[in-house]
Nanobody, 125 residues
């Protein structure tokens, strides 16, 4: 059984930085599609960043140049480094994992059954 356990987040002032972590256990597939989504109050979920076993990295336009996704394979931990945070980055953030032989995309990743428990990020102006 795959488990994703998140940590990090909380509150920060605009312009600050935060790092979210997502520890992945029970994942035995050689190919992976991992990523982060967020949902702000009253808004639809949004794909933020993803990384796949074929080296693909993808970011939402709203976070390009500010957020960086990375994977520490030795620790089985996914990270999201968030810099120059803005109030509009305020949301609940979720990590996700999916085993797939196809290309990794936000749409494909969003249909996974494997999600972290969520981490609240609040950015004040």
């Amino acid at each position: 059984q795959v488990h994703l356990v998140q940590s990090g987040g909380v509150s920060v002032q605009a312009g600050g930085s935060l790092t979210l972590s997502c520890a992945v256990s029970g994942y035995t597939y050689s190919r992976y599609c991992l990523g982060w989504f967020r949902q702000a109050p009253g808004k639809a979920p949004e794909g933020v960043a993803l990384i796949s076993s074929d080296g693909t990295r993808m970011y939402a336009d709203s976070v390009k140049g500010r957020f960086t996704i990375s994977l520490d394979s030795a620790k089985n931990t996914l990270y999201l480094q968030m810099n120059t945070l803005k109030p509009e980055d305020t949301a609940m953030y979720y990590c996700a994992a999916r085993a797939t032989s196809l290309s990794c995309s936000f749409m494909r990743l969003s249909s996974t059954n494997y999600w972290g428990q969520g981490t609240q990020v609040a950015v004040s102006s």
